[in-house]
């Protein structure tokens, strides 16, 4: 570990020692703005970044976890008496191109929230901040590529109307539904959720619960029921996954079990619905 001096105070440096960067370290990451409106990392969600994992991750002007990246290397800078700053050096996931009977974007800059990834030999880096949820995606025999699906009891946020026309200048500002996947066997069946509690304030979460009836605006193709089916050709109707945690929580005078979802996470469409 190298140490360094930078305007007086003294740095603590990380080099990339192997066995340093093997092993778990655990990040309190959070994002509060404070009265000038400006950013800083402070303790809050616990996240735990290990070299090897591969996570969702916000980038670009859209401000949604689209994006998948691989954990290369960890580094973190730390002045005397303050809280370290880590650094993810990650590697982003190129999807592979998908069988024929799953219907492709036409534009192909938009970005893939599910299906088959090879990792690129580029580096970007990171902050804890910029990453959203770790996935644990199904991993090929030589280790080189990932799946990643949607899977029983997952939250993702869906294009409420899908087309293979879809523009990349959409993404993000289009309208979004956020669901629960209840089976993957053959088709996806879905259970639309709708808010149970909501926190305009993006470092607290918001609570869904299932829906009780479908959003006037729905897709005529869904139906009119709550639960409703995502063919599996249709599959990058998935945008996103949802951070997301089962948990039971005092709602109008009843105790119900609804999900904590990360409120960073939501479509801005998602949250607009709730003023």
Avoid at 92 to 108: C, S
Avoid at 148 to 172: C, M, N, Q
Avoid at 204 to 222: G, I, L, P, R
Wanted: proline share 4%; aromatic share 12%.
């Amino acid at each position: 570990m190298d140490i360094t001096s930078s305007d007086g105070a003294t740095t603590f440096s990380s080099s990339c020692a192997d066995n340093f960067l093997s092993s778990a370290l655990s990040c309190a990451v959070s994002r509060r703005r404070n009265e000038d409106g400006e950013s800083s990392n402070t303790s809050c969600n616990r996240k735990v970044f290990q070299t090897g994992q591969i996570w969702s991750f916000c980038s670009g002007n859209v401000d949604l976890p689209l994006y998948y990246g691989r954990i290369q290397k960890i580094t973190f800078t730390q002045a005397f008496e303050q809280e370290a700053i880590y650094k993810l050096h990650i590697s982003r996931l190129k999807a592979i191109p998908f069988p024929e009977n799953v219907i492709q974007w036409k534009d192909k800059r938009i970005p893939f929230g599910c299906g088959t990834f090879l990792v690129r030999k580029s580096v970007e880096i990171l902050t804890p901040d910029d990453v959203s949820l770790q996935i644990v995606p199904q991993t090929s025999m030589d280790g080189n590529e990932y799946t990643i699906l949607p899977k029983i009891g997952d939250v993702w946020a869906i294009y409420r109307f899908w087309t293979s026309h879809k523009e990349f200048k959409d993404v993000g500002y289009c309208n979004y539904d956020i669901v629960e996947v209840l089976d993957d066997a053959l088709d996806y069946k879905v259970l639309a959720l709708e808010p149970a509690f909501y926190n305009d304030d993006e470092d607290k979460n918001t609570f869904f619960e299932a829906a009780e009836s479908k959003h006037s605006d729905c897709d005529e193709e869904d139906g009119p029921e709550v639960i409703f089916m995502i063919p599996k050709s249709k599959m990058l109707r998935f945008s996103h996954q949802i951070p997301a945690s089962r948990v039971t929580k005092e709602i109008r005078g009843d105790l119900k079990e609804v999900f904590e979802v990360d409120t960073k996470a939501l479509p801005s469409s998602v949250r607009f619905q709730f003023y």
